[in-house]
């Protein structure tokens, strides 16, 4: 690669057409480079294919044209059809593309082209025999089907080369649409915009950042004024901003359906808002949805089914009434929940499910418990009956202790005439744990 | 379907140590023993007055906190006796298993010295006679003088060996030795695979 020169003059200096050409080769090829390192390449404006219905006496086609436009290929050249073009069919015979399925869709490929040409005499002396300007034109061409696939392989000049389309050069081939061609009656039948994927490619910019100046930045996915078409806006309000996403309301304007602000509020205008986890229609992925009803409106949580509704696991109406569908594990204000069970010695008793420590701790929850010793049976365990045939189990204690841990101890008493024998071992209660839950401060 | 009771059971010897049995939900060995550890008392033990062969007997004041480390938990079908008497059960592998009863006879001594914990036979005459047929797993814990002051032992009485077995005082299986004070109160808790739970009470 070479380092770009441009020329300089100096008085006296005698002028060749290379200083000249040199001048104007440094502009252009200056411009050629931004528009292809600053922009993507693509259609600028216009250059859509036009079908006009024919009929004739055995048959229908139509008549195709390419409108007036401007495009950027990928070598920075500026392509420009100043007025509208009627496809030739005998450009499309000779470019000999033509397959025998009728339904196909071929290529129609636009390139910008140079053209010596002699400038426009100004007298009839003196003409001169050597082209003295060139035409910036184009071509148009048919590509056989499926060449559109092979358009995204195109490889782009080195950074310090200038614009292509020179006389020496390759072209940049750019798609602007596609035609059906009837090999009976050697018409096209048909126009497209999209053929196995490859659409027509419009100009875009590469940058990581964006400046608006009049406070409002908007993107749209087509031309403003094309009714419905989406619109994205970002925009400066007194209280901070908001990012609006709508449709253009036929006249440049948006119509937002879904506005989030600056101030952490999500919003919709279309009367409901709905978060889900995954793509439509696949079943089973949460959804959660905000409506408006006629009588207010609800807040539904559920999955997602074949419709477009979550089914309703869990719904809020206008009044407050929560409904449902599995079972409630949370605590409001006077609920109380119940755990039973029985327990040894020592044991810490397991709280009902949905408390913990720290709602106990908080004082959220009051615990009431009720212990109850199970009666220890006839005698204890490895008790010598042989010498003390006789034993009395008598519970000393029951208590619950503030970790929740059971004591419960039973006094034996084993019966041999004079002398009893007297053993204080490990019990068993049934309890009942009451947690009541605390109502709201009036 | 079967009730469920769940037992706290020693890893060592598969004594059960306590159990709780709870309506709809099966808790947790966190849940059931709290911070600390398994605090169990009433564990049976010799009596006063003593059999000269017994060694130390019972206060019928001992109590324990066995580390979490010590314990498991597992759910099986519920049983009756293990609920109101849990002592007197092992864990058989899937399930409750009743201990021999030794009819309120002992088999084996206790004793305690700075150093170690002593178990040897019930002969008075001669207390190193104890053995064993197979290789018996034991877990000893001493509490005291203070609550939470503890020295907890693991150990084997090999098959065949006839001897005063001598399990020197750790604070955790395994660890460096860790003697104690004298003249004081100790709770001895010992746990023979096979056997009955001991519970003893010594003051050096």
Same mark, same amino acid.
């Given at each position: ?14 002028? &060749? ?111 001169? /025999? ?19 696939? /092979? ?14 389309? &020179? ?78 996403? &709508? ?196 | ?204």
């Amino acid at each position: 690669m070479a380092l770009i020169q441009r020329p300089r003059f100096y008085e006296g200096q005698i002028l &060749g057409s290379t200083d000249l050409t040199a001048g104007l080769e440094y502009a252009r090829s200056q411009e050629a480079r931004h528009d292809r390192a600053v922009h993507s390449w693509g259609i600028a404006d216009g250059l859509v294919l036009v079908a006009t219905p024919q009929a004739s006496a055995t048959a229908s086609y139509v008549a195709v044209s390419l409108t007036a436009g401007l495009a950027f290929d990928g070598t920075g050249r500026e392509v420009l059809v100043p007025d509208q073009v009627h496809l030739d069919e005998k450009l499309f015979i000779r470019s000999n593309v033509a397959v025998g399925d009728p339904s196909v869709l071929y290529p129609v490929l636009l390139a910008g082209a140079d053209t010596p040409a002699l400038a426009q005499p100004t007298s009839h002396a003196c003409t001169s /025999a050597q082209a003295s300007r060139t035409v910036e034109s184009y071509k148009l061409s048919f590509g056989a089907p499926g060449a559109e696939l /092979a358009l995204a392989g195109q490889v782009a000049p080195s950074i310090d080369q200038g614009a292509g389309g &020179g006389v020496h050069q390759s072209r940049w081939w750019l798609l602007v649409g596609y035609v059906q061609w009837d090999a009976t009656q050697a018409r096209f039948t048909a126009i497209s915009d999209t053929a196995n994927g490859v659409t027509r490619h419009y100009v875009g910019v590469r940058a990581d950042e964006v400046t608006a100046q009049g406070g409002t930045l908007v993107a749209r996915a087509r031309r403003a004024g094309t009714a419905k078409a989406p619109v994205a806006a970002l925009a400066q309000t007194p209280t901070g901003g908001s990012l609006s996403l &709508g449709v253009d309301d036929g006249h440049g304007g948006i119509v937002p359906s879904l506005v989030a602000y600056t101030d952490g509020t999500v919003e919709s205008d279309v009367g409901t808002l709905t978060l889900r986890s995954g793509v439509p229609l696949v079943i089973g992925k949460p959804m959660l949805r905000l409506a408006e009803t006629p009588a207010g409106g609800t807040l539904t949580f559920g999955l997602q089914t074949t419709g477009p509704q979550p089914s309703q696991l869990m719904q809020v109406d206008e009044h407050g009434n929560l409904t449902i569908a599995g079972v409630f594990n949370g605590l409001h204000g006077g609920a109380v929940k119940v755990a039973s069970g029985v327990a040894t010695d020592g044991v810490s008793l397991p709280l009902p499910d949905g408390i913990t420590d720290d709602q106990l701790a908080s004082g959220l929850v009051d615990l009431h418990v009720v212990v109850t010793p199970r009666p220890p049976g006839r005698a204890p365990y490895d008790a010598d009956l042989a010498n003390f045939p006789i034993w009395i189990g008598t519970p000393i204690s029951a208590t619950v202790d503030a970790d929740r841990r059971l004591r419960c101890l039973i006094q034996w008493v084993g019966f041999r005439g004079a002398a009893d024998l007297v053993e204080v071992l490990g019990g068993a209660a049934d309890y009942v744990m009451f947690a009541v839950v605390k109502g709201a401060t009036p | 379907m079967t009730e469920q009771l769940a037992v706290i059971y020693l890893n060592t010897t598969n004594h059960v140590l306590a159990a709780v049995q709870q309506s709809a939900t099966t808790p947790t060995l966190a849940t059931v023993i709290g911070s600390g550890g398994l605090h169990v008392a009433g564990v049976r033990g010799v009596l006063a007055p003593n059999v000269a062969g017994y060694g130390a007997a019972t206060s019928q004041e001992e109590r324990f906190v066995i580390p979490t480390a010590e314990l498991s938990m597992r759910a099986l079908a519920a049983d009756r006796d293990a609920i109101i008497q849990p002592h007197a059960f092992i864990v058989d592998t899937t399930t409750l298993a009743k201990l021999p009863s030794p009819g309120g006879y002992r088999d084996v001594s206790i004793g305690l010295t700075q150093t170690h914990v002593q178990i040897g036979s019930t002969d008075p005459v001669n207390p190193g006679s104890l053995s064993f047929a197979t290789d018996t797993q034991v877990f000893i814990q001493v509490e005291g003088p203070t609550p939470g002051d503890r020295r907890v032992m693991r150990g084997t009485f090999p098959a065949g060996q006839t001897q005063l077995f001598k399990f020197a005082l750790t604070v955790e299986p395994g660890g460096p030795q860790a003697p104690i004070a004298i003249h004081q109160r100790y709770f001895i808790l010992v746990m023979i695979e096979g056997k009955s739970p001991d519970a003893r009470t010594v003051t050096l």
